[in-house]
């Protein structure tokens, strides 16, 4: 008698129960500890702990505030709502802002848990796809760094578009597809990295939807036509994205200046980014929160990569009929990744792991699918290799909670980034500014120096620098390295030149002094302390006259 003949399965939504409650346990175990964590010097005084408008709270004044600012060189007013809702609500306690990352991240892993179990028509590759997003270790920093919320608040938005548009696809009605285009809206309103939305519409209308692909050859074209056509309001909300974020970034001075980082190497830099974060989702160790923009990539680097990119794109098409999963994948990590593969290069980091938020589902869907078609065709594999996923999961969830651990507090951070890479002059930078707020002036001073010679064009460490030495009461040496820092300081050009101005009046070289300070204010007329110090000159070369 055949045993399945009396086999009484559970019911479908035991399972999905199950498997949710599992992610939702895994994510805690990985990301618990991120209660315990401190605001970091890294972008957290300028979204919260030096905020004066996050620190009013829920207020007329500050939710308009929210919608016009484009602090931190972006737009993204409902990401600055969530900070005022925490700030009304925990103040200044730390624990409650990363408890709220916390809360998202894991409702975006259910989210990616929901989408691909509909999409694939299979819990349990859902599941494993969602329990990959929940715990990979270069997800960290999107969810231990208050600053990030932006990351997980965009990617709750994006997982709801597509969510809304796979029930629009399938139920039509205009409710529903309005439905997907607010939620769409909602996500450039998180941040703007949302905007390959429109084309990752097009990518599910090829698989799993088969929208494109079921359609006879003539009409592909015409097709693709009407499926792009069906795409306009995205497409318009996108580049109105792109061209806010490329002003408000150019504006804030975020934006590289073409001639600071040529198009070679940026284009080099990208391709090479493409293969290490191919690398870091298989064997993410040794990970930064900054890795520094190389002067140069070595030629044969940039071939290599570039083969490598060229060589998978080309497999996935030629299996794109047989295998749409690969190309699909592909797809997306390679175009969610495009805004911020560096060829507009923003800062100074060459990548990024919070880059990898959303971009590492197409990897982890080629992954999933990939594993179980073997199992399907090689039965006597299933059981290895159920062992072997279980396993990586079991390894990545260790790895993501020894990474949460580096990013308790910013000296543990900046700590890490130096052992991982000893010539990295931000963390070396990050160190002195840690050592300043503590008045440790000669350890800050070191630290400071140190990135000087890692990057000789850096203007901020000669800056700070200057204002150690100043407190040091070491003249002569501050006013050298304020006027080092001149050549090289961008957009802190007014700080140096206050600075450099401070350092003479100690001099007493009054006049030097006042040049200093008009210096500072040409550049930066809103300077409230150059005008403070130029005042206080204008009086003391007035009693001297």
Excluded at 150 to 155: E, P
Aim: proline share 5%; aromatic share 14%; glycine share 4%.
């Amino acid at each position: 008698m055949d045993d399945t003949c009396t086999y009484n399965p559970k019911p479908e939504w035991i399972n999905v129960f199950t498997y949710a409650v599992l992610i939702v346990a895994l994510t805690l175990s990985v990301f618990w500890n991120t209660k315990n964590a401190q605001f970091l010097i890294y972008d957290d005084n300028r979204y919260v702990t030096g905020n004066p408008y996050v620190q009013m709270g829920i207020t007329k004044e500050s939710i308009l505030w929210a919608f016009t600012t484009d602090n931190d060189g972006n737009w993204f007013p409902l990401t600055w709502l969530t900070h005022l809702v925490d700030f009304e609500i925990y103040g200044l306690r730390p624990a409650g802002h990363h408890i709220t990352n916390l809360v998202i991240h894991t409702v975006n892993s259910l989210l990616v848990f929901m989408l691909f179990t509909v999409l694939l028509k299979r819990t349990l590759q859902g599941a494993v796809i969602g329990a990959l997003f929940a715990i990979h270790p270069m997800h960290v920093e999107s969810v231990a760094w208050v600053s990030e919320r932006k990351d997980v608040l965009c990617a709750f938005w994006f997982f709801t578009t597509l969510l809304c548009y796979v029930s629009w696809v399938r139920t039509r009605g205009i409710f529903r597809y309005m439905l997907t285009v607010v939620s769409f809206a909602f996500a450039l309103m998180s941040k703007p990295m949302a905007v390959t939305i429109p084309v990752v519409l097009l990518f599910f209308d090829f698989w799993p939807h088969g929208r494109l692909t079921n359609a006879p050859s003539a009409e592909t074209v015409k097709r693709l036509l009407r499926l792009t056509m069906e795409k306009i309001p995205f497409i318009i909300l996108s580049a109105a994205s792109c061209v806010i974020t490329v002003y408000v970034q150019k504006t804030g001075g975020h934006l590289m200046s073409s001639q600071r980082f040529l198009l070679p190497l940026r284009v080099e830099n990208a391709v090479l980014s493409y293969v290490k974060y191919l690398y870091f989702a298989v064997w993410p160790t040794g990970l930064s929160n900054f890795y520094p923009m190389p002067e140069s990539i070595p030629l044969p680097s940039a071939v290599i990569s570039a083969f490598i990119i060229v060589g998978i794109t080309t497999v996935a098409l030629l299996k794109a009929k047989t295998k749409p999963w690969f190309i699909f994948g592909w797809l997306w990590f390679f175009v969610t990744l495009l805004p911020v593969i560096g060829l507009i290069q923003v800062e100074l980091q060459a990548m990024a792991n919070r880059y990898t938020y959303i971009p590492y589902i197409g990897l982890f869907v080629i992954a999933v699918v990939c594993v179980f078609e073997i199992t399907e065709g090689f039965p006597k594999l299933k059981l290895p290799l159920s062992i072997l996923a279980a396993l990586s999961i079991l390894l990545l969830s260790y790895a993501a909670r020894i990474e949460v651990s580096y990013w308790t507090d910013s000296l543990s951070l900046t700590y890490r980034a130096i052992e991982v890479n000893s010539k990295n002059y931000m963390a070396y930078y990050n160190l002195g500014y840690i050592k300043a707020s503590e008045g440790k002036h000669e350890e800050a001073l070191i630290s400071y120096k140190k990135a000087v010679v890692l990057k000789p064009d850096f203007g901020k460490p000669y800056i700070n620098a200057g204002y150690e030495l100043l407190a040091l009461q070491r003249i002569d040496e501050a006013v050298r390295y304020f006027k080092k820092s001149i050549p090289v300081a961008g957009p802190n050009i007014s700080r140096a030149f206050n600075g450099l101005g401070i350092a003479l009046l100690e001099d007493g070289k009054i006049a030097e002094a006042h040049d200093a300070f008009q210096s500072a204010l040409k550049h930066d007329p809103g300077m409230q302390e150059a005008q403070i110090n130029l005042d206080t000159v204008n009086e003391m070369m007035g009693r001297i006259k």
